[in-house]
């Protein structure tokens, strides 16, 4: 088990703003306990790198910044992740898609992230996706760094998939 340290001071969130991003990970985070108004919920997370956004890592490199979102494992009316899926795909589900989504389907697909900033209560400020769409006509995104990750908690093992995949 790692060994968990008092934060650093220096983190750098991703600018606020409109980004080119790519889905690179996608994290089953299983059943998560029920919380005050709230049945428990299976949760996954999604995770997009910004290649025109780069941070200078341990080694000394330069990689493009990563921002993630959670999400409750459901497509219902008022679902974000419905919601999000939609905006980036640029159309509704169908009610046949509505009956499965294999979220990792999104893996190494470009979309535009508009990211927020927002202060937690000790005064750090953090970014947060605040909506999804699909890539403008014309734009395009420069080609992956990090490696794809799809995590199964159920399984207990990560699995790095193909480069090819059906649309988001």
Not at 56 to 69: D, G
Not at 127 to 154: M, N, W
Request: some cysteine.
């Amino acid at each position: 088990m790692p060994i968990a340290k008092e934060a650093s001071k220096t983190f750098t969130p991703v600018p606020a703003g409109s980004h080119i991003g790519r889905a690179i990970h996608v994290i089953s985070l299983g059943t998560q306990p029920a919380q005050p108004n709230f049945l428990p919920t299976f949760k996954v997370l999604v995770g997009w790198e910004i290649p025109d956004e780069v941070i200078v890592n341990a080694e000394k490199q330069e990689m493009p910044m990563i921002i993630s979102k959670d999400y409750s494992l459901s497509l219902g009316k008022k679902a974000n992740l419905r919601r999000d899926l939609e905006g980036w795909r640029g159309r509704e589900f169908t009610a046949e898609e509505l009956k499965g989504f294999q979220v990792e389907n999104v893996l190494d697909k470009p979309c535009m992230l508009n990211v927020i900033h927002k202060t937690s209560a000790s005064g750090n400020v953090y970014a947060v996706i605040s909506s999804i769409s699909a890539l403008p006509k014309g734009v395009t995104c420069k080609p992956r760094v990090h490696d794809l990750i799809q995590f199964e908690i159920e399984d207990g093992e990560s699995c790095r998939p193909s480069s090819s995949g059906s649309s988001p």
